[in-house]
């Protein structure tokens, strides 16, 4: 999805994993990992770190977490169908626009340290 949306982003990606399946293995096990651990997000510390780490060094850009939450999304939509109720839809939403600016501060603070 995001890819034909938004060939632009494949730079900041290893086409490599995508294709071998373990970069979206690697997504759905951060989403999961956020989703049990949303009620404390001091538990997530250590997976922000290497995560944002690994952002910077692929110049990952605030602008791009948009189309990522859009791709998820809509993948989500995709695969759950009708289980994809609006509630739920708006719920993973916001909980992704939390996570994302988590991301997005973190990396700021890497970037400005280099």
Do not use: C
Request: proline fraction near 4%; charged fraction near 20%; charge should be negative.
């Amino acid at each position: 999805i995001m890819f034909h949306n938004h060939p632009e982003v494949k730079a900041q990606f290893d086409m490599s994993a995508q294709a071998n399946g373990s970069q979206p293995a690697k997504l759905a096990t951060a989403v999961y990992s956020y989703a049990s651990k949303i009620d404390n997000p001091e538990a997530l510390k250590s997976m922000v770190e290497v995560i944002a780490h690994r952002h910077v060094k692929t110049h990952v850009k605030p602008e791009q977490y948009p189309i990522v939450g859009e791709s998820l999304l809509q993948a989500m939509k995709d695969v759950l169908h009708e289980a994809a109720t609006e509630k739920m839809i708006a719920a993973w939403t916001e909980a992704y626009q939390i996570l994302a600016d988590i991301f997005i501060n973190r990396e700021h603070q890497i970037y400005e340290s280099l």
